[in-house]
Every structure is written in C-alpha cells, then in structure tokens.
C-alpha cells in the first residue's frame, strides 16, 4: 500500500466500486506479465477500496476461473510488506476458500524488488510488475492524440490511462496523474469517461492533491445524478408506453394491472414485457405475464 492518501469520504464508495467493476469486467492484465483469467467482478473489501488503513489490501477481483487476483500497488519496496500481503492473503482465503494470486505493481522509482519469502513451512510469493519498464512519456503522448482526434480508445490504451502515473515519466506521479485524469475527461463517451475517471482516482489517489480528488468526486456524483435522472426517464416512458396499451387494450379493466406496472422499474424488463404483451390474446394471460415480470423483478432485488 502506498504511504499518503485522500481519504476519499465513505458515501463515494460506490460510485468508485461500481465503475471500477464495468471498467475492469472481461479484461485480462496480459501486457504488464499478469497472466490470469478475465476479470468478472471487483470485490469490496472491507473498508472502501480507496480509504484503506495499513491493515486491508488494495484491491480484490474475482476472475473467471473462479480464482482470485489481489493486486497491490506501491511506490517503495520493503520486505515487510510481503509479511502484510501474507496476511491479507489468508484473510481474504478464509473468506472465500479459493486460489489467490498477489501481484505487485511497483511505481517507476522502484528497479528491484523481491518476489518470494520463506517463512520456514511455508513459502509465499507475490509477483511484482515493475512499471519502470514502461515510458509513460510515450505511452501518454499517444493517448493524448488518439483523444484529440477523437480515436475509440481499445481496452489497452483504456489499462495504459489507468496505470500512467506508476510509468517511467518526466514528471511527477502526481502531475502525470493529473494529466492522466484531464485526458479521461476528454473521452467523449460518457459511461467510459467516468469509468476511466472512478477507476483513475481509485488506484491514483494516493499520490493526487486532496482538493483535486474531491472536485473529481464531484464532476462523477454529479454524472450519476444525471444517469440516474436519465434513467428514470427512460423507465417512466416505458411504463406509460405499456398503460397506454393495456388502456386501449382493455379499457378500465386494465387499471389494476396498470397499478402493477408502475412497480416495475427494471428499463429490460419493461422492455420485453412490452413485445409479450403485444402478442398476448386474453386479460389473464397480460395480468400472468405483469406478475411473472414482477416476479423476476423481486427475485433480482
């Protein structure tokens, strides 16, 4: 874990963890030597991913193996941290009674590190990516022209961004972060902008200005707040779609059923009871097929 952070405040906690979850879904870290399974979800720890004391690891990803990568990222080595990675290990395998493999993502400043301690019976490894070998010098001045020219960014250039300020740079972590985040703010496509900017803060906000993060969290809380209101737009004219129907349809008989529908706040299956109830004959089946939808709805909850 890496020395300073920003203690980012608890109630942002979601936003972070659900947008790192889209942003990492089905990606595998092949280039940067991590050789595992695509990822399938991020795993909450204990504490908020990015308010972590000493005492919880940075980061949990269930992998599609059903096998576990614990990934740490630090700007120094010291022996003792293997000690601290071992212990977090056997935490997070009593938790979950599965295979885990720890990889180490060392800063630019760091050139040798070791990989394997002996604690007599037991013998630990955790494999170190020394992200010195990578010139973020040129990596970012790519980005940067892939972005101005308004270029679709592939799933590396996207793990490229995210790991910038650990990269051989002529700045400092926390310039080139910055930089990083101004690049992410660039991306036209709002659901990866704020993917890429929730999962930035996330692995950055150890070496970020406080302030800095805080107005970031702001510009995130406040897209939420749109995606959400957007959403429930979309829901609300779904279910309008569906009561005009059931309306010209059935007449006031339909109002029951009507009542029903404006339970249902699931947009897909709003979606797909529409196509369904065009194709359905009688009242009881339409009445069968709004119970059944809320039926999946209640399950899912």
């Given at each position: 874990?890496?020395?300073?952070?920003?203690?980012?405040?608890?109630?942002?906690?979601?936003?972070?963890?659900?947008?790192?979850?889209?942003?990492?879904?089905?990606?595998?870290?092949?280039?940067?030597?991590?050789?595992?399974?695509?990822?399938?979800?991020?795993?909450?720890?204990?504490?908020?991913?990015?308010?972590?004391?000493?005492?919880?690891?940075?980061?949990?990803?269930?992998?599609?193996?059903?096998?576990?990568?614990?990934?740490?990222?630090?700007?120094?080595?010291?022996?003792?941290?293997?000690?601290?990675?071992?212990?977090?290990?056997?935490?997070?395998?009593?938790?979950?009674?599965?295979?885990?493999?720890?990889?180490?993502?060392?800063?630019?400043?760091?050139?040798?590190?070791?990989?394997?301690?002996?604690?007599?019976?037991?013998?630990?490894?955790?494999?170190?990516?020394?992200?010195?070998?990578?010139?973020?010098?040129?990596?970012?001045?790519?980005?940067?022209?892939?972005?101005?020219?308004?270029?679709?960014?592939?799933?590396?250039?996207?793990?490229?961004?995210?790991?910038?300020?650990?990269?051989?740079?002529?700045?400092?972590?926390?310039?080139?972060?910055?930089?990083?985040?101004?690049?992410?703010?660039?991306?036209?496509?709002?659901?990866?902008?704020?993917?890429?900017?929730?999962?930035?803060?996330?692995?950055?906000?150890?070496?970020?200005?406080?302030?800095?993060?805080?107005?970031?969290?702001?510009?995130?809380?406040?897209?939420r707040v749109i995606r959400m209101a957007e959403e429930r737009a979309r829901i609300n004219e779904s279910q309008q779609a569906i009561k005009k129907y059931l309306s010209?349809?059935?007449?006031?008989?339909?109002?029951?059923?009507?009542?029903?529908?404006?339970?249902?706040?699931?947009?897909?299956?709003?979606?797909?009871?529409?196509?369904?109830?065009?194709?359905?004959?009688?009242?009881?089946?339409?009445?069968?097929?709004?119970?059944?939808?809320?039926?999946?709805?209640?399950?899912?909850?």
């Amino acid at each position: 874990m890496m020395s300073e952070q920003t203690d980012i405040a608890y109630n942002n906690y979601d936003i972070i963890f659900r947008n790192m979850t889209a942003q990492f879904k089905e990606k595998v870290l092949d280039f940067y030597g991590i050789r595992t399974a695509p990822i399938v979800r991020v795993e909450a720890t204990d504490l908020p991913t990015i308010a972590v004391n000493d005492r919880r690891m940075d980061f949990l990803f269930l992998l599609a193996d059903d096998t576990y990568l614990h990934l740490e990222f630090q700007t120094t080595f010291d022996e003792k941290d293997l000690d601290r990675f071992l212990q977090y290990d056997v935490s997070a395998y009593e938790r979950y009674k599965k295979p885990i493999k720890t990889v180490v993502i060392y800063g630019a400043d760091v050139e040798k590190v070791s990989e394997q301690k002996s604690y007599g019976s037991v013998q630990y490894e955790a494999q170190a990516v020394l992200m010195k070998k990578y010139n973020g010098d040129a990596i970012i001045q790519n980005l940067w022209t892939k972005v101005e020219n308004g270029e679709e960014l592939t799933d590396l250039d996207e793990l490229h961004l995210i790991f910038l300020p650990l990269m051989r740079s002529s700045l400092n972590r926390s310039e080139r972060a910055i930089e990083t985040v101004e690049i992410a703010k660039r991306i036209k496509n709002e659901e990866k902008q704020v993917r890429l900017l929730a999962t930035i803060i996330a692995v950055s906000d150890k070496f970020i200005d406080k302030e800095y993060v805080e107005k970031l969290m702001e510009v995130l809380s406040m897209a939420r707040v749109i995606r959400m209101a957007e959403e429930r737009a979309r829901i609300n004219e779904s279910q309008q779609a569906i009561k005009k129907y059931l309306s010209a349809r059935l007449g006031l008989e339909s109002k029951p059923m009507q009542n029903k529908v404006d339970l249902i706040t699931d947009l897909y299956l709003l979606h797909h009871l529409l196509d369904d109830l065009y194709r359905a004959e009688k009242k009881e089946e339409m009445d069968y097929l709004i119970d059944v939808v809320l039926e999946k709805q209640k399950n899912m909850g």
